[in-house]
C-alpha cells in the first residue's frame, strides 16, 4: 500500500464531496466502485502487458476516500498494489484537477445587513447559525457581536483601499514651532498627552500622568471592558513595577492564575518521522494569566489619581495638526454630541482598527495579521478535560483548513475559568483579508474537537477576538510610527515580532524604553516627525523571524500540502524542546542573539533540508532581498552592540547633564541609539535614567 494523494478540500460540506466522487466524477478506468467513505478504482481494464496480477492474485486497486475534521473535508488515495501502475499519476493529477475544479478556494463576505428593523442576531443567523447560538448566551453578547461585525467590516475596507486611506489627521496652517532649542517648552494647551484607545493606551497613560504629564485618554467602549485577555511572565511585567505603576503587592493582586508549566504542539500525524517533534515545556513563558478587568480598572484609577481624565464611549474622528498643539475632534457615541481637546501630543493606541496607522503607512501599514476568536468560559468542562495548572501555549489539532492552519491557546484563569483562542497567521490581500466571523462558526463548531465539552453547558463570560497585526520590517525606520505631534504605540505601530505577535508583551517590554524616550521628547519639545519616528518598540533581533511567519501562511488563491505548516512549526518547535528550556525563553520573549539565531536556523536546515524550498514557494523575489536586508540590519547592529553595550549606555548617562542643557537633540539621539544596541537588541533592560516627576499645570 502507498499513499498517492492527500488533500485538504476547501469546504465543510464533506457529503457534496463524497457524492461527487461517487456519482459524478469520471476516470479512465473502467470500474468503479461505492465504498461508505469514497470509492475504489479498479484498474482491470489495462492490459497484461502494462500489470501482472498473477504474482499477487488480485487486481490493482485505487481506495480515495474522504473525512471531515475542523469544518474541512480531506481526501486520501492509497494504491492497493506493491508496485507503481501505469498512468496512476494521471489518474491523480486528472482528480486534483476536476477537485480543484469543483471545491475551488471561496474566501466568503460578511452581508451587508440593516439593523434599523432586526437585531443583530437575526441579522447573521443565516449565516453564522452557531456564532449567533452561541452569542446569545453571552452576557452583553449582542452588544459584543456588533463590535465583532464592526470590526470585520472595518479591517475589510482598510485593506481594500489602502491606496486612498480615510484621512483624519490634518495639519494646519501657519509654520511648524521651534525645536528643540534647548529650553524647557511651557505648552498652552488643556492637556499634554491625549491617548486613543483604552487597552495598551492606558498603561501607557497611566505611567505618563504619574510622571506629572497632564493626560487625556479617550475610549471608544465603556471604559473597561475588553475583547481580550492578557497573559504574561514575571519577568516580563517587572517592567511596570521598576516604572511605579504597579507595587509588587498590587501585581499579586491582578494575577487571576500562575500556571505550573505551558505547551506547544502542533499535529504530526501526516508529517515523515524525522520532521515530528515532543512537547515543548515553556513554564516561564505566558504563564501568569492576568485578571484583564482588574489590571485595566487599577491602570485606570492610577490614571485618575496622578490627575488624568477618561472619555470613554467617545469616538475619535479627527486631529487638526497646528504648530504648537494638535485639536483632536470626537463623538460622544450615546448622546451624539461632539466633542474637542487640545494637547501637546496624540498617541495613538488603537491597534488595527486604527485609521491613523492605515493613514501613516497606507498599503504596508500591516504586512500580515492574525485574525484571532475565542472566549472566557467560567465553567461547564467536565473534570479532567484540563489541569488548571498548566497552559496550551500553542496548539493545533489538524492540518491547513480551507486554506488556513488554525491554532489553538488555552489559558486557565481564576475558579474554574477557562480562555482559549483560535488563531491563524495571514497574509494580508484585499481578496481574502481575513474573517472573524468565519472564524467564530469555526471555533464553535470545532472546539469539543479540540477540548472535549458539551457547548451547551458551558458557561460563557465574554467572547475574545480582534485583529493581531505583523509588520516585516528592514530596519527601525522602515515603518512610520509619527506624524508631527502623533505617535503610535502597541498594535497601531505594529513593531512587535510578526512571528510570535504579542503586542501587549511587546509595549510592557519595551515601556521603559518608551517612556524614556517620549518623556524626553516633550521636556524639549522633540515632537515633530523626525524625533517621533525614533521612538519605537522595533527590536532588530525579531525583525529577522518575520520571512518565517510567511512560512506559516498559506497565500491567497494558493494550494499548500496540508500537513506543510505543521511541518514547518514541528521543526522549529522541536529544535526548542531540544535545546536547553533557557533557549526557548528567550526565543519567545524576543531575546534571541546573534550567535543563537543562525545556530538554531542552521540547525532546522539540516534537520529539514527542504524547509527553505518551502518558504521560498510562498514568498516574491521582493521578499528575499527584503529578508536580506533585515538579516544585514540584524548583523551589524549586534556586532555594534557587542562592541558598545558594555558602556556606551553608561557613557550617555553620564553626560547626560552636560548635554541636555545645550544639545537636547543630540542627547535624544544618543538615548535612542542607547536603547537600540541594548532593548533593540533583546538584551537585559539599561538602568531607566532619572525622570523628574512634574505637577500637571507646570513643566520645568
Known amino acids: 500500500m502507498k499513499q498517492l494523494l492527500y488533500l485538504e478540500i476547501p469546504t465543510p460540506d464533506v457529503d457534496a464531496v463524497r457524492l461527487w466522487l461517487q456519482q459524478e466524477w469520471r476516470s479512465e478506468v473502467e470500474k468503479k466502485n461505492i465504498t461508505p467513505d469514497g470509492i475504489r478504482l479498479q484498474l482491470a481494464s489495462y492490459s497484461s502487458d502494462e500489470i501482472n496480477t498473477s504474482s499477487l492474485g488480485k487486481i490493482p486497486e485505487i481506495s480515495i476516500f474522504v473525512w471531515s475534521v475542523q469544518r474541512t473535508t480531506y481526501l486520501k488515495a492509497f494504491r492497493w498494489y506493491d508496485r507503481s501502475i501505469p498512468r496512476e499519476q494521471q489518474i491523480i493529477q486528472k482528480l486534483t484537477a476536476d477537485l480543484r475544479a469543483q471545491f475551488p478556494q471561496e474566501y466568503p463576505e460578511p452581508p451587508a445587513i440593516d439593523l434599523s428593523g432586526q437585531t443583530i442576531f437575526e441579522a447573521l443567523a443565516p449565516h453564522y447559525p452557531l456564532t449567533v447560538r452561541y452569542f446569545q448566551k453571552m452576557p452583553n453578547g449582542e452588544y459584543d457581536l456588533n463590535r465583532v461585525y464592526w470590526w470585520e467590516k472595518r479591517w475589510r475596507e482598510s485593506v481594500r483601499n489602502p491606496q486612498q486611506p480615510k484621512q483624519v489627521v490634518f495639519k494646519g496652517d501657519g509654520e511648524m514651532g521651534r525645536w528643540g532649542d534647548g529650553e524647557n517648552f511651557t505648552p498652552s494647551s488643556t492637556y499634554d498627552l491625549i491617548y486613543i484607545g483604552g487597552a495598551l493606551g492606558v498603561v501607557h497613560a497611566?505611567?505618563?500622568?504619574?510622571?506629572?504629564?497632564?493626560?487625556?485618554?479617550?475610549?471608544?467602549?465603556?471604559?473597561?471592558?475588553?475583547?481580550?485577555?492578557?497573559?504574561?511572565?514575571?519577568?516580563?511585567?517587572?517592567?511596570?513595577?521598576?516604572?511605579?505603576?504597579?507595587?509588587?503587592?498590587?501585581?499579586?493582586?491582578?494575577?487571576?492564575?500562575?500556571?505550573?508549566?505551558?505547551?506547544?504542539?502542533?499535529?504530526?500525524?501526516?508529517?515523515?518521522?524525522?520532521?515530528?517533534?515532543?512537547?515543548?515545556?515553556?513554564?516561564?513563558?505566558?504563564?501568569?494569566?492576568?485578571?484583564?478587568?482588574?489590571?485595566?480598572?487599577?491602570?485606570?484609577?492610577?490614571?485618575?489619581?496622578?490627575?488624568?481624565?477618561?472619555?470613554?464611549?467617545?469616538?475619535?474622528?479627527?486631529?487638526?495638526?497646528?504648530?504648537?498643539?494638535?485639536?483632536?475632534?470626537?463623538?460622544?457615541?450615546?448622546?451624539?454630541?461632539?466633542?474637542?481637546?487640545?494637547?501637546?501630543?496624540?498617541v495613538d493606541a488603537m491597534g488595527t482598527a486604527s485609521p491613523i496607522a492605515w493613514q501613516l503607512n497606507g498599503i504596508r501599514a500591516f504586512d500580515s495579521v492574525c485574525p484571532t476568536v475565542g472566549a472566557a468560559i467560567a465553567s461547564g468542562f467536565e473534570p479532567g478535560v484540563w489541569d488548571s495548572n498548566y497552559g496550551d501555549v500553542l496548539y493545533s489539532h489538524g492540518d491547513i483548513s480551507r486554506g488556513r492552519q488554525l491554532i489553538w491557546e488555552l489559558f486557565p484563569g481564576a475558579d474554574e475559568e477557562i480562555t482559549i483562542y483560535l488563531f491563524h497567521y495571514h497574509q494580508v490581500h484585499p481578496d481574502n483579508p481575513g474573517s472573524l466571523l468565519e472564524m467564530y462558526e469555526d471555533f464553535f463548531a470545532i472546539l469539543p474537537e479540540y477540548r472535549r465539552c458539551d457547548l451547551d453547558k458551558l458557561v460563557w463570560r465574554k467572547p475574545t477576538f480582534g485583529y493581531i497585526p505583523g509588520h516585516f520590517s528592514v530596519g527601525s525606520s522602515d515603518r512610520t510610527v509619527a506624524f508631527d505631534r502623533t505617535i503610535a504605540i502597541g498594535d497601531a505601530a505594529s513593531l512587535q515580532s510578526p512571528l510570535i505577535f504579542t503586542g501587549f508583551g511587546s509595549l510592557v517590554r519595551n515601556l521603559p524604553r518608551l517612556t524614556t524616550l517620549l518623556d524626553t521628547a516633550l521636556k524639549y519639545d522633540l515632537l515633530d516627525a523626525s524625533s517621533l519616528n525614533q521612538i519605537n518598540a522595533f527590536q532588530s533581533n525579531v525583525s529577522v523571524t518575520w520571512l518565517f511567519s510567511k512560512g506559516m501562511m498559506v497565500p491567497t488563491h494558493s494550494y499548500l500540502p496540508p500537513e506543510r505548516i505543521n511541518a514547518t512549526l514541528n521543526t522549529f518547535f522541536g529544535l526548542l524542546a531540544d535545546e536547553p528550556p533557557e533557549v526557548a525563553d528567550t526565543f519567545i520573549k524576543d531575546r534571541t542573539d546573534w550567535l543563537t539565531f543562525n545556530r538554531l536556523a542552521l540547525k532546522a536546515a539540516s534537520r529539514n533540508p527542504a524547509l527553505l524550498l518551502w518558504i521560498l514557494k510562498v514568498v516574491s523575489w521582493k521578499d528575499i532581498w527584503r529578508w536580506l536586508g533585515s538579516y544585514l540590519n540584524f548583523t551589524i547592529y549586534a556586532l555594534i552592540s557587542w562592541l558598545l553595550v558594555g558602556w556606551f549606555p553608561a557613557l550617555v548617562q553620564k553626560l547626560q547633564p552636560w548635554l541636555v542643557k545645550r544639545f537636547p537633540r543630540l542627547w535624544f539621539w544618543l538615548l535612542v541609539k542607547s536603547y537600540a544596541i541594548a532593548d533593540g537588541m533583546g538584551r537585559n533592560r539599561q538602568p531607566i535614567p532619572q525622570m523628574t516627576a512634574r505637577l500637571s499645570g507646570s513643566q520645568t
Open 206 to 346: 497611566a505611567v505618563m500622568a504619574r510622571l506629572g504629564y497632564r493626560v487625556l485618554l479617550l475610549e471608544r467602549l465603556p471604559f473597561g471592558r475588553m475583547n481580550r485577555e492578557w497573559n504574561i511572565s514575571r519577568r516580563e511585567f517587572q517592567s511596570l513595577i521598576d516604572l511605579g505603576l504597579f507595587s509588587p503587592a498590587e501585581f499579586e493582586s491582578v494575577i487571576a492564575r500562575e500556571y505550573i508549566d505551558g505547551f506547544s504542539k502542533f499535529f504530526d500525524g501526516n508529517n515523515p518521522s524525522h520532521l515530528r517533534s515532543p512537547v515543548l515545556h515553556t513554564p516561564t513563558v505566558l504563564n501568569i494569566g492576568l485578571d484583564a478587568d482588574k489590571f485595566l480598572r487599577v491602570c485606570g484609577e492610577k490614571l485618575k489619581a496622578a490627575g488624568g481624565e477618561i472619555w470613554d464611549e467617545t469616538e475619535f474622528i479627527r486631529a487638526d495638526v497646528e504648530p504648537t498643539q494638535v485639536v483632536v475632534t470626537a463623538t460622544h457615541l450615546p448622546t451624539q454630541s461632539d466633542r474637542q481637546a487640545t494637547g501637546r501630543l496624540l
